[in-house]
Protein backbone atom coordinates (compact mmCIF):
# COMPACT_ATOMS: atom_id res chain seq x y z
CA UNK A 1 0.00 0.00 0.00
CA UNK A 2 1.54 3.46 -1.06
CA UNK A 3 1.48 5.89 1.60
CA UNK A 4 -1.43 8.25 0.21
CA UNK A 5 -3.64 5.21 -0.11
CA UNK A 6 -2.93 4.61 3.23
CA UNK A 7 -3.82 7.54 4.62
CA UNK A 8 -6.96 8.21 1.95
CA UNK A 9 -7.86 5.15 4.10
CA UNK A 10 -8.67 6.84 6.88
CA UNK A 11 -12.03 8.86 6.42
CA UNK A 12 -14.62 6.45 7.04
CA UNK A 13 -18.07 8.26 7.99
CA UNK A 14 -20.04 6.03 10.15
CA UNK A 15 -23.48 7.80 11.20
CA UNK A 16 -21.77 11.44 10.58
CA UNK A 17 -23.75 14.40 11.62
CA UNK A 18 -24.89 16.20 8.50
CA UNK A 19 -27.14 19.37 8.65
CA UNK A 20 -28.55 21.80 6.57
CA UNK A 21 -28.66 25.32 8.54
CA UNK A 22 -30.34 28.34 7.82
CA UNK A 23 -29.62 32.07 9.06
CA UNK A 24 -31.18 35.62 8.38
CA UNK A 25 -28.59 37.88 9.11
CA UNK A 26 -27.34 38.75 11.79
CA UNK A 27 -26.39 35.42 12.80
CA UNK A 28 -23.32 33.58 14.80
CA UNK A 29 -22.73 30.44 15.65
CA UNK A 30 -20.24 28.90 18.10
CA UNK A 31 -19.33 25.49 17.53
CA UNK A 32 -17.79 23.49 21.06
CA UNK A 33 -18.94 19.86 20.02
CA UNK A 34 -15.26 18.88 20.31
CA UNK A 35 -15.68 16.72 17.19
CA UNK A 36 -12.35 15.53 15.72
CA UNK A 37 -13.31 16.75 12.07
CA UNK A 38 -15.81 19.05 10.45
CA UNK A 39 -16.36 20.36 6.92
CA UNK A 40 -18.84 23.46 6.09
CA UNK A 41 -19.53 24.88 2.84
CA UNK A 42 -22.38 27.75 1.58
CA UNK A 43 -25.08 27.48 -0.23
CA UNK A 44 -26.19 30.52 -0.09
CA UNK A 45 -24.61 33.66 1.24
CA UNK A 46 -21.23 34.19 2.84
CA UNK A 47 -19.96 32.92 6.19
CA UNK A 48 -16.62 33.66 8.48
CA UNK A 49 -15.14 30.73 9.49
CA UNK A 50 -13.08 31.71 13.14
CA UNK A 51 -10.87 29.00 14.50
CA UNK A 52 -9.69 29.68 18.01
CA UNK A 53 -6.01 28.79 16.79
CA UNK A 54 -6.24 30.04 13.39
CA UNK A 55 -6.60 33.03 10.92
CA UNK A 56 -10.31 33.64 10.04
CA UNK A 57 -11.32 32.55 6.26
CA UNK A 58 -14.22 34.29 4.08
CA UNK A 59 -16.16 31.32 2.75
CA UNK A 60 -18.34 32.04 -0.40
CA UNK A 61 -20.80 29.67 -2.11
CA UNK A 62 -18.72 26.36 -3.42
CA UNK A 63 -16.33 27.56 -0.98
CA UNK A 64 -14.96 24.30 0.85
CA UNK A 65 -13.34 24.07 4.78
CA UNK A 66 -12.27 21.44 7.04
CA UNK A 67 -11.60 22.03 10.53
CA UNK A 68 -9.58 20.08 12.83
CA UNK A 69 -11.35 19.18 16.05
CA UNK A 70 -11.49 19.67 19.02
CA UNK A 71 -10.74 23.25 19.35
CA UNK A 72 -14.39 25.61 19.31
CA UNK A 73 -14.91 28.05 16.23
CA UNK A 74 -16.87 30.04 15.59
CA UNK A 75 -19.38 30.89 11.94
CA UNK A 76 -20.66 34.07 11.25
CA UNK A 77 -21.98 36.37 8.44
CA UNK A 78 -19.38 39.31 9.87
CA UNK A 79 -17.01 38.89 12.91
CA UNK A 80 -18.23 41.62 14.69
CA UNK A 81 -21.40 39.80 15.36
CA UNK A 82 -22.35 38.20 18.65
CA UNK A 83 -22.92 34.72 19.42
CA UNK A 84 -26.37 34.09 19.31
CA UNK A 85 -26.19 30.07 19.42
CA UNK A 86 -23.84 28.06 20.90
CA UNK A 87 -23.58 23.60 19.19
CA UNK A 88 -22.43 21.86 22.27
CA UNK A 89 -21.24 17.86 22.15
CA UNK A 90 -24.39 15.38 21.14
CA UNK A 91 -24.99 18.27 18.35
CA UNK A 92 -27.15 20.51 21.39
CA UNK A 93 -28.08 23.53 20.73
CA UNK A 94 -28.53 26.77 23.02
CA UNK A 95 -28.54 30.31 23.07
CA UNK A 96 -25.52 31.48 25.19
CA UNK A 97 -28.02 32.12 28.36
CA UNK A 98 -27.95 28.19 27.93
CA UNK A 99 -31.88 27.77 26.62
CA UNK A 100 -32.43 24.98 24.41
CA UNK A 101 -33.14 25.91 20.57
CA UNK A 102 -32.56 22.45 19.49
CA UNK A 103 -35.93 21.25 18.96
CA UNK A 104 -37.28 24.46 18.63
CA UNK A 105 -35.85 25.61 15.54
CA UNK A 106 -36.26 22.24 13.17
CA UNK A 107 -37.16 22.87 10.22
CA UNK A 108 -37.49 19.48 8.82
CA UNK A 109 -35.27 16.44 7.66
CA UNK A 110 -31.74 17.39 8.51
CA UNK A 111 -32.51 20.86 8.27
CA UNK A 112 -32.36 23.38 11.62
CA UNK A 113 -32.53 27.24 11.93
CA UNK A 114 -34.65 29.65 10.92
CA UNK A 115 -37.62 29.70 7.65
CA UNK A 116 -36.09 30.23 4.38
CA UNK A 117 -36.21 33.48 3.03
CA UNK A 118 -34.17 34.84 -0.12
CA UNK A 119 -31.76 36.79 2.43
CA UNK A 120 -31.12 34.16 4.48
CA UNK A 121 -27.21 31.76 4.47
CA UNK A 122 -27.69 28.81 3.60
CA UNK A 123 -24.95 26.40 4.81
CA UNK A 124 -24.21 22.56 5.00
CA UNK A 125 -22.35 20.99 7.01
CA UNK A 126 -20.64 17.31 8.08
CA UNK A 127 -18.98 16.25 11.15
CA UNK A 128 -17.08 12.88 12.27
CA UNK A 129 -18.19 11.71 15.40
CA UNK A 130 -15.31 9.86 16.15
CA UNK A 131 -11.74 10.25 15.70
CA UNK A 132 -11.09 6.53 14.16
CA UNK A 133 -13.44 7.21 11.79
CA UNK A 134 -10.79 9.49 10.40
CA UNK A 135 -7.81 8.09 11.44
CA UNK A 136 -5.16 8.96 14.01
CA UNK A 137 -2.25 9.78 11.29
CA UNK A 138 -4.71 12.15 9.17
CA UNK A 139 -5.34 13.86 12.23
CA UNK A 140 -2.02 15.04 13.57
CA UNK A 141 -1.22 15.67 9.82
CA UNK A 142 -4.30 18.22 9.24
CA UNK A 143 -4.01 22.13 9.54
CA UNK A 144 -6.17 23.75 12.24
CA UNK A 145 -8.67 24.92 8.75
CA UNK A 146 -7.92 23.58 5.31
CA UNK A 147 -10.11 25.49 2.63
CA UNK A 148 -10.79 25.00 -1.00
CA UNK A 149 -12.33 27.89 -2.68
CA UNK A 150 -14.58 27.33 -5.72
CA UNK A 151 -12.42 29.25 -8.29
CA UNK A 152 -11.35 26.87 -10.50
CA UNK A 153 -13.32 24.41 -9.02
CA UNK A 154 -16.25 22.38 -10.83
CA UNK A 155 -17.17 20.20 -7.74
CA UNK A 156 -20.39 18.39 -8.20
CA UNK A 157 -20.32 16.78 -4.88
CA UNK A 158 -21.70 19.84 -2.97
CA UNK A 159 -24.83 20.12 -5.00
CA UNK A 160 -25.84 16.53 -4.66
CA UNK A 161 -25.22 16.82 -0.84
CA UNK A 162 -27.49 19.74 -0.54
CA UNK A 163 -29.83 17.74 -3.09
CA UNK A 164 -29.50 14.61 -0.73
CA UNK A 165 -29.72 16.24 2.49
CA UNK A 166 -33.13 16.57 2.77
CA UNK A 167 -34.43 13.54 2.14
CA UNK A 168 -35.56 10.76 4.03
CA UNK A 169 -34.99 7.33 1.61
CA UNK A 170 -33.43 3.88 2.92
CA UNK A 171 -30.18 3.75 3.15
CA UNK A 172 -30.10 7.68 2.64
CA UNK A 173 -27.88 7.89 6.22
CA UNK A 174 -25.06 5.41 4.28
CA UNK A 175 -25.41 8.02 1.28
CA UNK A 176 -24.55 10.93 3.23
CA UNK A 177 -21.64 9.13 4.81
CA UNK A 178 -20.18 8.35 1.45
CA UNK A 179 -20.57 11.89 -0.02
CA UNK A 180 -19.07 13.56 3.32
CA UNK A 181 -15.90 10.72 2.26
CA UNK A 182 -15.77 12.38 -0.91
CA UNK A 183 -15.57 15.54 -0.38
CA UNK A 184 -13.29 15.22 2.58
CA UNK A 185 -10.74 12.83 -0.12
CA UNK A 186 -11.21 15.22 -2.56
CA UNK A 187 -10.07 17.96 -0.79
CA UNK A 188 -7.30 16.25 1.15
CA UNK A 189 -6.18 14.87 -2.76
CA UNK A 190 -6.01 18.75 -3.62
CA UNK A 191 -3.52 20.03 -0.76
CA UNK A 192 -1.26 16.85 -0.70
CA UNK A 193 -0.57 17.51 -4.17
CA UNK A 194 0.64 21.30 -3.26
CA UNK A 195 3.69 20.57 -0.74
CA UNK A 196 4.50 24.17 -0.18
CA UNK A 197 0.84 24.55 1.78
CA UNK A 198 2.70 22.32 4.60
CA UNK A 199 2.09 18.82 3.65
CA UNK A 200 3.67 16.87 6.37
CA UNK A 201 7.90 15.48 5.35
CA UNK A 202 6.79 11.94 5.40
CA UNK A 203 4.13 12.38 2.89
CA UNK A 204 6.50 14.38 0.69
CA UNK A 205 8.91 11.67 0.89
CA UNK A 206 6.96 8.73 -0.49
CA UNK A 207 8.73 9.94 -4.21
CA UNK A 208 12.52 9.62 -2.80
CA UNK A 209 13.40 6.79 -4.58
CA UNK A 210 15.40 5.72 -1.59
CA UNK A 211 12.77 6.54 1.33
CA UNK A 212 9.76 5.94 -0.25
CA UNK A 213 10.43 2.34 -0.39
CA UNK A 214 11.60 2.52 3.00
CA UNK A 215 8.35 4.16 4.24
CA UNK A 216 6.35 1.73 2.15
CA UNK A 217 7.86 -1.18 3.90
CA UNK A 218 7.44 0.51 7.25
CA UNK A 219 3.59 1.14 6.65
CA UNK A 220 2.74 -2.32 5.38
CA UNK A 221 4.54 -4.08 8.06
CA UNK A 222 4.89 -1.99 11.23
CA UNK A 223 5.01 -5.33 13.52
CA UNK A 224 8.13 -6.47 11.69
CA UNK A 225 11.20 -6.47 14.58
CA UNK A 226 12.60 -3.65 11.41
CA UNK A 227 16.28 -2.50 12.31
CA UNK A 228 18.26 0.34 10.32
CA UNK A 229 20.13 -2.42 8.27
CA UNK A 230 17.47 -4.75 7.69
CA UNK A 231 15.30 -1.85 5.91
CA UNK A 232 18.18 -0.77 4.12
CA UNK A 233 18.51 -4.17 2.94
CA UNK A 234 15.07 -4.70 1.36
CA UNK A 235 15.52 -1.02 -0.52
CA UNK A 236 19.11 -1.60 -1.42
CA UNK A 237 20.84 0.83 0.28
CA UNK A 238 23.43 1.14 2.99
CA UNK A 239 22.58 1.82 6.64
CA UNK A 240 24.66 4.82 6.54
CA UNK A 241 23.33 6.12 3.35
CA UNK A 242 19.70 5.08 4.35
CA UNK A 243 19.94 7.23 7.52
CA UNK A 244 21.05 10.05 6.64
CA UNK A 245 18.69 9.96 3.88
CA UNK A 246 15.48 9.27 5.84
CA UNK A 247 16.59 11.89 8.31
CA UNK A 248 17.46 14.48 5.59
CA UNK A 249 13.81 13.95 3.59
CA UNK A 250 11.29 12.83 6.72
CA UNK A 251 12.97 14.86 9.40
CA UNK A 252 13.64 12.16 11.87
CA UNK A 253 15.69 8.69 12.08
CA UNK A 254 14.05 5.35 10.24
CA UNK A 255 13.27 3.69 13.68
CA UNK A 256 11.90 7.17 15.53
CA UNK A 257 9.23 7.48 12.66
CA UNK A 258 8.55 4.02 13.17
CA UNK A 259 7.96 4.23 16.79
CA UNK A 260 5.58 7.14 16.01
CA UNK A 261 3.91 5.21 13.54
CA UNK A 262 2.96 2.35 15.72
CA UNK A 263 1.86 4.45 17.79
CA UNK A 264 -0.32 6.05 15.51
CA UNK A 265 -1.64 2.53 14.29
CA UNK A 266 -2.43 1.56 18.27
CA UNK A 267 -4.15 5.03 19.16
CA UNK A 268 -6.72 4.07 16.26
CA UNK A 269 -6.57 0.39 17.30
CA UNK A 270 -7.22 0.52 21.20
CA UNK A 271 -10.90 2.33 20.45
CA UNK A 272 -11.74 -0.79 18.95
CA UNK A 273 -13.98 -2.57 21.71
CA UNK A 274 -13.50 -5.31 20.66
CA UNK A 275 -9.65 -5.35 20.59
CA UNK A 276 -7.30 -5.95 23.89
CA UNK A 277 -4.26 -4.25 24.29
CA UNK A 278 -2.24 -7.34 24.07
CA UNK A 279 -3.75 -7.57 20.32
CA UNK A 280 -2.99 -4.68 19.74
CA UNK A 281 0.95 -4.78 21.09
CA UNK A 282 1.04 -7.52 18.67
CA UNK A 283 -0.42 -6.06 15.41
CA UNK A 284 2.05 -2.72 15.47
CA UNK A 285 5.06 -4.41 17.12
CA UNK A 286 5.38 -4.49 20.95
CA UNK A 287 6.64 -7.12 22.63
CA UNK A 288 3.94 -7.34 25.31
CA UNK A 289 0.89 -4.60 26.11
CA UNK A 290 3.02 -3.59 29.34
CA UNK A 291 5.61 -1.65 26.37
CA UNK A 292 3.23 -0.32 24.23
CA UNK A 293 1.39 1.17 27.24
CA UNK A 294 4.26 2.68 28.47
CA UNK A 295 5.27 4.00 25.21
CA UNK A 296 1.84 5.58 25.04
CA UNK A 297 1.22 7.44 28.16
CA UNK A 298 4.72 8.84 27.12
CA UNK A 299 3.70 9.98 23.56
CA UNK A 300 0.31 10.62 24.59
CA UNK A 301 0.14 11.67 27.77
CA UNK A 302 -2.60 9.35 28.76
CA UNK A 303 -2.70 5.06 28.89
CA UNK A 304 -4.18 3.30 26.46
CA UNK A 305 -7.21 2.69 28.80
CA UNK A 306 -7.73 6.33 29.61
CA UNK A 307 -7.32 6.98 25.72
CA UNK A 308 -10.22 4.16 25.09
CA UNK A 309 -12.53 5.68 27.72
CA UNK A 310 -12.31 9.33 26.42
CA UNK A 311 -13.22 7.71 23.34
CA UNK A 312 -9.96 8.76 21.28
CA UNK A 313 -10.42 11.83 21.80
CA UNK A 314 -7.14 14.34 20.51
CA UNK A 315 -4.58 15.36 22.89
CA UNK A 316 -4.25 19.05 22.29
CA UNK A 317 -0.36 19.33 23.82
CA UNK A 318 -0.05 16.97 20.67
CA UNK A 319 -1.06 19.14 18.33
CA UNK A 320 1.54 20.54 15.75
CA UNK A 321 1.82 23.94 16.89
CA UNK A 322 2.58 25.37 13.37
CA UNK A 323 -0.41 23.65 11.82
CA UNK A 324 -2.87 27.42 11.43
CA UNK A 325 -4.80 28.18 8.30
CA UNK A 326 -4.19 27.00 4.63
CA UNK A 327 -6.53 28.38 2.11
CA UNK A 328 -6.08 26.16 -1.67
CA UNK A 329 -6.88 28.61 -5.02
CA UNK A 330 -7.51 31.92 -3.18
CA UNK A 331 -5.27 34.90 -4.73
CA UNK A 332 -2.07 35.68 -3.16
CA UNK A 333 -1.92 37.41 -0.01
CA UNK A 334 0.28 38.91 2.56
CA UNK A 335 1.33 36.91 5.43
CA UNK A 336 -0.27 37.93 8.63
CA UNK A 337 1.20 39.03 11.45
CA UNK A 338 -0.70 37.75 13.78
CA UNK A 339 -1.03 34.40 12.76
CA UNK A 340 2.85 33.72 10.99
CA UNK A 341 1.30 30.01 10.23
CA UNK A 342 -1.33 30.94 7.58
CA UNK A 343 -0.62 29.58 3.91
CA UNK A 344 -1.91 31.08 0.79
CA UNK A 345 -1.88 31.20 -2.64
Not at 61 to 85: E, I, M, N, S
Amino acid sequence: MDVLAGLLQGPKARGAFVLKSVFRPPWSLRVEDRAPVSLVTMVRGDAWVVPDRATPVLLKPGDLAVLRGPDPYTVTDDQGTDVRVIVGPDQRCTTVDGIDLTDSMAQGVRTWGEPDAPDAAVMLSGTYQAPGAVGRRLLDALPALLVRTAAGTDDPLIPLLAQEIAREEPGQELVLDRLLDLLFVGLLRDWLRQPEHGVPAWYQAQSDPTVGPALRLLHDDPARPWTVASLAREVGASRAALARRFSAVVGEPPMAYLAQWRLTLAADLVCRPDTTLTEVARQVGYGSAFALSSAFKRVRGVSPQEYRASGGEPVLAARPASAGTVVLGSPPARPSAVHPSTVRT
